[in-house]
């Protein structure tokens, strides 16, 4: 494909409209061929609606319970979490939620399907049953019923719980003359014991596989990448990447002596190149010369599908070996989307308009047809129009290919696909336990739940078959815009006032390597700090802020955006006095960055708005004119803490700034580097030197500062101690009333009931409280686990702390850095010699004991404690508490939790949507996260505070947080003292 970049990174987030006419200019597809197409897939959905289904098919299902039903969403979250729940409470909690919360007898509809109309009754009566007087005496076996019938459904998704059973079942499939492509459930190890067992099942499944034989075809397995190894990803290549590859070569020889055909399967778009390095290294493994059964699964969905095929090409030509190539549309396009857009990347990995999707299968299945000589496709679609696609692709050659499905969707079209003898068909089979359901289940309904998928509407014979095989590759062809309306670029996610922060991808090489160069290389010590006298300073100050408090909002706000755009061109520079003067790992120095930026354009947006001089009008009686003004209150003495030394120095200023105020700022006495860095791009934007003036110095620097008599506000963020003695100091002054706005700290907690999916629980739960070396106020301190589902979340936790690493912050493959001084690991090693003698070690993460001599390094431990009364005050450091609770004692744990009297971030996982209700509506906190991390606020996403020993509000980063950097001012004229109330006199009707 000549008119495009022939590298993977140069397509990772290139423009959707460029890919999209590279791919029509790249394909043969005129107006005949076109039609030819339609018509042959036209038949094929005739002759399916005409034939005799399945009852009971997998389709007919999802087509009546789609995601964009409440029954389909309540579904999905019984299918999902039911199966493992051990304790009858939460198990019959999650049943009475989900089924109140659908109307299944309606949903149902007029069907025909017997099991349709049997699942809607059913769920209907269990409703019913739920609000009668007998429903406790009802709940064993309402909730017997139910995970039965879901286990039922299980069955559409999963072939059989073991390989065993899997090739049992396949009997039926193979009579008919498919080949099976067995998929051991089970991804995404956490833990080296999870890594192992899901290696044995594949070992087991190879040898199951290769000794079952029907009529001499070989079935064959699929392997995910991301079972091999707990800590898949670019960032842990030198350590995953050998095991990986050694464990892959292992099976790939299995499988080659058993004749077993084995398929790599296709993960997120940020494990690609990792993936292609790993098959690329087996692929030429000596051992398995004339064996032709190895291959991988490449995503038309990703703009880089032309490339990586042809990557595959070359793989294949140098290892002197044909591969087999299965050709997705690609199954995590919801995630790539939404990471993309939370990361503020350029552009999207993947298509975001559906027709792009297929085209780009139609062209890049061409392009394996055309090099069969290497490559045998397998070619995974339930479109007719695709198969149609396909079969004119192929022309007169109809050997060395073979479509595939998912079990339980696309039999119809298959069927007669195998008796028209258009080509060979296997079936892509999950098998496995119901606990390993989840990633899959969750996938398929995401696929195949929507009225708009192809599957639903080729079944509903009230849509036109004329409709149901429209040509996508015309559709994207006559597209305008190429790009889907209502997914903006990540940039602009925010609206047209205000552009998304930019991010960078760490896994991708082409960005990495140059950025970490950079970083290297720049030398902090060349960085000046400055500071100045008290007096001086209020006095440059006052006369700043005259000027400045007059300066219009709009060309403040152009002030601030330009400083943003600054820091942006900046970033490296950044980063590295983030990672050498604070400690922080290149992921966090990318995200202090983000954060800094997204406060200067927040503030901006908001400022505009706010501050326009034109006030606002508020209503009134006839002949007046009411209007209320902000205004600046003068100089603002922000005090900010070492643990964000960019982020919240910058919010502090930016807000204070921008209602108006002069700023006498004080960094933390640990990180004056950066703060000295960030005044003099905010300078270079424009701001003058009196308005923004930098003051270095420990606490008693601070209290002289709080205390001068030119101080008209204080916004700081630090410990509760702190804040406490600055409000003393405020209040004993004479003069002004002030404000002070601060941020402090929190016993910040997370509930977890037996409803949630340990895997999510764990990554949360590392990230929460070890990220940032646990040193964020938002962070993650007290973990509350319900006693039925704590043994084996701890015993994950455990393995998943044994694969954390402990280092240099500048190394990519850190995840904890240092703490910030020698006060702060005194004090931790203190608290843990502590836990040592009132709690139960749970883990501590590996740690070089060589660490030491290099800077101050804390491995992060987890104890298991009796009660969060037990702890006098906030941990600030990589420390997890964890407390077991009955399912019974929730209203006590909340109590609990809120007399501490702190009330910052809080954290909850369930599936109960009435859980969620009464946890969050009782916790007295300003954050609470649901079913995700509770750190890493987003700046008028997330606005960030808390209440009682926490803060006093507003919210950083928040509508409300410019007001109280501000006075306010309303001006009212009698308008009729001015020649009478024209405006009454002359108004019509």
């Given at each position: 494909m000549q008119a495009m970049p022939q590298n993977l990174s140069a397509l990772l987030y290139a423009d959707e409209a460029a890919c999209v006419d590279a791919l029509l200019k790249d394909l043969p597809w005129d107006a005949a061929r076109s039609q030819r197409v339609h018509a042959s897939a036209k038949s094929i959905v005739e002759r399916v609606r005409a034939g005799k289904r399945k009852m009971g098919e997998l389709e007919s299902f999802l087509r009546e319970y789609g995601l964009d039903t409440e029954e389909g969403l309540a579904l999905m979250t019984l299918a999902e979490a039911l199966l493992r729940i051990p304790d009858a409470a939460t198990a019959h909690a999650l049943i009475r939620d989900k089924m109140k919360a659908a109307?299944?007898?309606?949903?149902?509809?007029?069907?025909?399907?017997?099991?349709?109309?049997?699942?809607?009754?059913?769920?209907?009566?269990?409703?019913?049953?739920?609000?009668?007087?007998?429903?406790?005496?009802?709940?064993?076996?309402?909730?017997?019923?139910?995970?039965?019938?879901?286990?039922?459904?299980?069955?559409?998704?999963?072939?059989?719980?073991?390989?065993?059973?899997?090739?049992?079942?396949?009997?039926?499939?193979?009579?008919?003359?498919?080949?099976?492509?067995?998929?051991?459930?089970?991804?995404?190890?956490?833990?080296?014991?999870?890594?192992?067992?899901?290696?044995?099942?594949?070992?087991?499944?190879?040898?199951?596989?290769?000794?079952?034989?029907?009529?001499?075809?070989?079935?064959?397995?699929?392997?995910?990448?991301?079972?091999?190894?707990p800590r898949y990803s670019a960032a842990q290549a030198d350590r995953c990447l050998p095991v990986m590859t050694e464990r892959l070569r292992d099976l790939a020889i299995l499988a080659a002596n058993y004749d077993v055909p084995m398929t790599v399967d296709a993960e997120e778009v940020d494990r690609l190149e990792i993936s292609l390095q790993i098959i690329e290294t087996v692929a030429r493994a000596p051992q398995m010369k004339g064996w032709e059964g190895f291959g991988l699964a490449v995503q038309a969905y990703q703009k880089r599908c032309p490339v990586v095929?042809?990557?595959?090409?070359?793989?294949?030509?140098?290892?002197?070996?044909?591969?087999?190539?299965?050709?997705?549309?690609?199954?995590?396009?919801?995630?790539?989307?939404?990471?993309?857009?939370?990361?503020?990347?350029?552009?999207?990995?993947?298509?975001?308009?559906?027709?792009?999707?297929?085209?780009?299968?139609?062209?890049?299945?061409?392009?394996?047809?055309?090099?069969?000589?290497?490559?045998?496709?397998?070619?995974?679609?339930?479109?007719?129009h695709s198969v149609a696609a396909v079969m004119e692709l192929a022309g007169n050659n109809r050997g060395g290919f073979e479509f595939q499905r998912l079990h339980g969707m696309g039999e119809s079209l298959h069927d007669l696909v195998l008796n028209d003898g258009m080509a060979g068909v296997s079936v892509y089979a999950p098998c496995g336990s119901h606990e390993d359901l989840l990633p899959y289940l969750v996938r398929r309904l995401l696929e195949n739940g929507a009225n708009s998928?192809?599957?639903?509407?080729?079944?509903?014979?009230?849509?036109?078959?004329?409709?149901?095989?429209?040509?996508?590759?015309?559709?994207?062809?006559?597209?305008?815009?190429?790009?889907?309306?209502?997914?903006?670029?990540?940039?602009?996610?925010?609206?047209?006032?205000?552009?998304?922060?930019?991010?960078?991808d760490l896994s991708d090489d082409s960005t990495r390597r140059p950025l970490l160069a950079k970083i290297a290389a720049f030398d902090i010590n060349l960085v000046k700090t400055e500071t100045q006298d008290i007096d001086r300073a209020f006095e440059k100050a006052k006369a700043g802020y005259a000027a400045w408090s007059k300066t219009p909002a709009n060309d403040r706000a152009r002030v601030l955006e330009a400083s943003a755009d600054l820091m942006e061109e900046h970033t490296a520079e950044l980063i590295a006095l983030c990672t050498k003067e604070a400690g922080k790992t290149l992921d966090d120095g990318i995200a202090e960055v983000r954060e800094a930026v997204d406060f200067c354009r927040y503030y901006a947006q908001r400022g505009r708005t706010d501050f326009d001089e034109a006030g606002e009008r508020l209503p009134g009686p006839t002949g007046e004119s009411n209007v209320m003004t902000l205004h600046g209150r003068g100089t603002f003495v922000c005090i900010s803490p070492w643990n964000f030394p960019l982020a919240i120095f910058i919010g502090q200023i930016a807000a204070a700034l921008m209602a108006g105020n002069a700023v006498i700022a004080k960094p933390a006495e640990q990180t004056p580097k950066i703060a000295a860095y960030a005044v003099t791009l905010m300078r270079k934007a424009g701001l003058p030197e009196n308005v923004l003036l930098p003051v270095q110095g420990d606490g008693k620097t601070g209290a002289t500062l709080v205390a001068h008599p030119g101080v008209a506000g204080v916004a700081f963020t630090g410990s509760t101690?702190?804040?406490?003695?600055?409000?003393?100091?405020?209040?004993?002054?004479?003069?002004?009333?002030?404000?002070?706005?601060?941020?402090?700290?929190?016993?910040?907690?997370?509930?977890?009931?037996?409803?949630?999916?340990?895997?999510?629980?764990?990554?949360?739960?590392?990230?929460?409280?070890?990220?940032?070396?646990?040193?964020?106020?938002?962070?993650?301190?007290?973990?509350?686990?319900?006693?039925?589902?704590?043994?084996?979340?701890?015993?994950?936790?455990?393995?998943?702390?044994?694969?954390?690493?402990?280092?240099?912050?500048?190394?990519?493959?850190?995840?904890?850095?240092?703490?910030?001084?020698?006060?702060?690991?005194?004090m931790l090693n203190a608290h843990r010699q502590k836990l040592d003698r009132t709690g139960t070690l749970i883990a501590a993460c590996p740690m070089d004991s060589s660490l030491s001599a290099h800077g101050h390094y804390f491995a992060p431990v987890a104890y298991e404690i009796k009660s969060i009364k037990d702890l006098e005050r906030e941990v600030f450091g990589p420390v997890l508490h964890v407390i077991r609770y009955k399912a019974g004692e929730l209203d006590q744990i909340i109590h609990d939790i809120n007399a501490t009297g702190y009330g910052l971030t809080f954290g909850l996982h369930t599936r109960i949507g009435s859980t969620i209700r009464r946890v969050t509506e009782s916790m007295d906190v300003g954050n609470a996260y649901v079913n995700r991390t509770m750190i890493g606020a987003v700046v008028g996403v997330q606005p960030f505070g808390g209440q009682g020993l926490s803060g006093t509000g507003p919210k950083a980063g928040g509508p409300h947080y410019l007001y109280r950097f501000a006075t306010e001012k309303v001006v009212s004229v009698d308008t009729t003292r001015q020649g009478g109330n024209a405006t009454l006199v002359s108004l019509k009707e």
């Amino acid at each position: 494909m000549q008119a495009m970049p022939q590298n993977l990174s140069a397509l990772l987030y290139a423009d959707e409209a460029a890919c999209v006419d590279a791919l029509l200019k790249d394909l043969p597809w005129d107006a005949a061929r076109s039609q030819r197409v339609h018509a042959s897939a036209k038949s094929i959905v005739e002759r399916v609606r005409a034939g005799k289904r399945k009852m009971g098919e997998l389709e007919s299902f999802l087509r009546e319970y789609g995601l964009d039903t409440e029954e389909g969403l309540a579904l999905m979250t019984l299918a999902e979490a039911l199966l493992r729940i051990p304790d009858a409470a939460t198990a019959h909690a999650l049943i009475r939620d989900k089924m109140k919360a659908a109307d299944w007898l309606a949903a149902q509809g007029d069907t025909k399907d017997l099991m349709m109309k049997a699942a809607g009754i059913g769920l209907s009566l269990t409703r019913k049953t739920l609000d009668s007087a007998l429903s406790r005496l009802g709940e064993p076996v309402i909730r017997k019923a139910i995970v039965e019938a879901l286990k039922m459904l299980g069955k559409q998704f999963v072939l059989g719980r073991t390989i065993n059973e899997a090739i049992k079942n396949a009997a039926a499939y193979e009579k008919k003359g498919y080949r099976l492509s067995y998929d051991m459930l089970g991804e995404g190890a956490r833990t080296a014991e999870d890594a192992e067992r899901y290696f044995q099942s594949y070992v087991d499944a190879l040898k199951a596989v290769g000794n079952h034989t029907h009529q001499g075809m070989k079935s064959g397995i699929s392997v995910k990448l991301s079972a091999l190894h707990p800590r898949y990803s670019a960032a842990q290549a030198d350590r995953c990447l050998p095991v990986m590859t050694e464990r892959l070569r292992d099976l790939a020889i299995l499988a080659a002596n058993y004749d077993v055909p084995m398929t790599v399967d296709a993960e997120e778009v940020d494990r690609l190149e990792i993936s292609l390095q790993i098959i690329e290294t087996v692929a030429r493994a000596p051992q398995m010369k004339g064996w032709e059964g190895f291959g991988l699964a490449v995503q038309a969905y990703q703009k880089r599908c032309p490339v990586v095929i042809d990557r595959v090409i070359t793989m294949a030509e140098s290892a002197n070996r044909r591969l087999q190539v299965r050709l997705v549309k690609g199954a995590y396009w919801d995630a790539e989307v939404k990471r993309a857009q939370v990361m503020g990347l350029s552009d999207y990995p993947v298509f975001t308009r559906k027709s792009n999707t297929d085209l780009s299968y139609i062209a890049n299945a061409r392009k394996l047809l055309e090099r069969r000589d290497v490559l045998y496709p397998m070619l995974a679609t339930h479109n007719a129009h695709s198969v149609a696609a396909v079969m004119e692709l192929a022309g007169n050659n109809r050997g060395g290919f073979e479509f595939q499905r998912l079990h339980g969707m696309g039999e119809s079209l298959h069927d007669l696909v195998l008796n028209d003898g258009m080509a060979g068909v296997s079936v892509y089979a999950p098998c496995g336990s119901h606990e390993d359901l989840l990633p899959y289940l969750v996938r398929r309904l995401l696929e195949n739940g929507a009225n708009s998928n192809f599957v639903n509407q080729m079944l509903d014979e009230k849509v036109h078959s004329d409709v149901v095989v429209s040509d996508p590759v015309l559709a994207a062809q006559n597209h305008t815009l190429k790009r889907h309306k209502n997914i903006p670029l990540p940039a602009n996610i925010y609206g047209p006032g205000r552009r998304n922060s930019k991010g960078t991808d760490l896994s991708d090489d082409s960005t990495r390597r140059p950025l970490l160069a950079k970083i290297a290389a720049f030398d902090i010590n060349l960085v000046k700090t400055e500071t100045q006298d008290i007096d001086r300073a209020f006095e440059k100050a006052k006369a700043g802020y005259a000027a400045w408090s007059k300066t219009p909002a709009n060309d403040r706000a152009r002030v601030l955006e330009a400083s943003a755009d600054l820091m942006e061109e900046h970033t490296a520079e950044l980063i590295a006095l983030c990672t050498k003067e604070a400690g922080k790992t290149l992921d966090d120095g990318i995200a202090e960055v983000r954060e800094a930026v997204d406060f200067c354009r927040y503030y901006a947006q908001r400022g505009r708005t706010d501050f326009d001089e034109a006030g606002e009008r508020l209503p009134g009686p006839t002949g007046e004119s009411n209007v209320m003004t902000l205004h600046g209150r003068g100089t603002f003495v922000c005090i900010s803490p070492w643990n964000f030394p960019l982020a919240i120095f910058i919010g502090q200023i930016a807000a204070a700034l921008m209602a108006g105020n002069a700023v006498i700022a004080k960094p933390a006495e640990q990180t004056p580097k950066i703060a000295a860095y960030a005044v003099t791009l905010m300078r270079k934007a424009g701001l003058p030197e009196n308005v923004l003036l930098p003051v270095q110095g420990d606490g008693k620097t601070g209290a002289t500062l709080v205390a001068h008599p030119g101080v008209a506000g204080v916004a700081f963020t630090g410990s509760t101690e702190v804040a406490r003695l600055i409000n003393r100091a405020l209040a004993a002054k004479d003069g002004p009333i002030v404000p002070l706005i601060a941020e402090t700290g929190g016993q910040n907690a997370m509930i977890i009931d037996s409803s949630a999916l340990p895997e999510q629980i764990v990554d949360d739960v590392l990230t929460s409280a070890f990220g940032s070396a646990g040193q964020r106020c938002s962070a993650l301190r007290v973990l509350f686990l319900q006693e039925d589902v704590a043994d084996k979340i701890i015993h994950m936790l455990k393995g998943a702390m044994a694969e954390r690493r402990v280092g240099n912050p500048l190394d990519y493959s850190t995840d904890i850095g240092p703490v910030i001084d020698g006060e702060a690991l005194a004090m931790l090693n203190a608290h843990r010699q502590k836990l040592d003698r009132t709690g139960t070690l749970i883990a501590a993460c590996p740690m070089d004991s060589s660490l030491s001599a290099h800077g101050h390094y804390f491995a992060p431990v987890a104890y298991e404690i009796k009660s969060i009364k037990d702890l006098e005050r906030e941990v600030f450091g990589p420390v997890l508490h964890v407390i077991r609770y009955k399912a019974g004692e929730l209203d006590q744990i909340i109590h609990d939790i809120n007399a501490t009297g702190y009330g910052l971030t809080f954290g909850l996982h369930t599936r109960i949507g009435s859980t969620i209700r009464r946890v969050t509506e009782s916790m007295d906190v300003g954050n609470a996260y649901v079913n995700r991390t509770m750190i890493g606020a987003v700046v008028g996403v997330q606005p960030f505070g808390g209440q009682g020993l926490s803060g006093t509000g507003p919210k950083a980063g928040g509508p409300h947080y410019l007001y109280r950097f501000a006075t306010e001012k309303v001006v009212s004229v009698d308008t009729t003292r001015q020649g009478g109330n024209a405006t009454l006199v002359s108004l019509k009707e």
